[in-house]
T-cell receptor, first 106, second 117 residues
Framework: GNSVTQMEGPVTLSEEAFLTINCTYTATGYPSLFWYVQYPGEGLQLLLK?????DKGSNKGFEATYRKETTSFHLEKGSVQVSDSAVYFCAHGFYFGSGTKLNVKP | DAGVIQSPRHEVTEMGQEVTLRCKPISGHNSLFWYRQTMMRGLELLIYFNNNVPIDDSGMPEDRFSAKMPNASFSTLKIQPSEPRDSAVYFCASSLLADSTSNQPQHFGDGTRLSIL
């Protein structure tokens, strides 16, 4: 079947800390993978994507690598900012994870 | 560029009333999606359309929910009669032509926050 599993939140970090949000998926075939971000009161926005195995998507300092062998697409950022506080969703096609809330404290 | 436009942004109504949510997708997008977001269940796909035709409505909770897409620039999600458990944020999204393995990202509206009293 098709599904996306991501780590439970909330994740609370201090500014400039390293961020990892884990995401694994099950899929028929090899779909494109996405990370979306949702700020309060808004819809989801595309953060980054990767279309095939070993591709790395990146945007605004965030990165994620499409790992076919581990069916994973973990989101990372080297130094988070308060403005990164939001809910992050991993997805493929129209299968979304449950979202991980990130709180960054100054 | 105009994004996906949803209306109303907020709706408060009493149970038993009919509720109609509206969506204008991005021009040129062939696929349109309706989602429901709640704390308990997260983001749920209700239905999606390709080229104005409903493709998968298996996520529609029950017969009280219906969705239409009369043309490429407009879609509605209707709940009749509404119940308190329908309270949620409803999102519309659009993309270039989609299937379950699509590499096309979805563009979301800002949602309609629905409260049924």
């Amino acid at each position: 079947g098709n599904s996306v599993t991501q780590m439970e939140g909330p994740v609370t970090l201090s500014e400039e800390a390293f961020l990892t949000i884990n995401c694994t998926y099950t899929a028929t075939g090899y779909p494109s993978l996405f990370w979306y971000v949702q700020y309060p009161g808004e819809g989801l926005q595309l953060l980054l994507k990767a279309t095939k195995a070993d591709d790395k998507g990146s945007n605004k300092g965030f990165e994620a690598t499409y790992r076919k062998e581990t069916t994973s697409f973990h989101l990372e950022k080297g130094s988070v900012q308060v403005s990164d506080s939001a809910v992050y969703f991993c997805a493929h096609g129209f299968y979304f994870g449950s979202g991980t809330k990130l709180n960054v404290k100054p | 560029d105009a994004g996906v436009i949803q209306s109303p942004r907020h709706e408060v109504t009493e149970m038993g009333q009919e509720v109609t949510l509206r969506c204008k997708p991005i021009s040129g997008h062939n696929s349109l999606f309706w989602y429901r977001q709640t704390m308990m269940r997260g983001l749920e796909l209700l239905i999606y359309f390709n080229n104005n035709v409903p493709i998968d409505d298996s996520g529609m909770p029950e017969d009280r929910f219906s969705a239409k897409m009369p043309n490429a620039s407009f879609s509605t999600l209707k709940i009749q009669p509404s119940e308190p458990r329908d309270s949620a944020v409803y999102f519309c999204a659009s993309s270039l032509l989609a299937d379950s393995t699509s590499n096309q990202p979805q563009h979301f509206g800002d949602g309609t926050r629905l409260s049924i009293l």
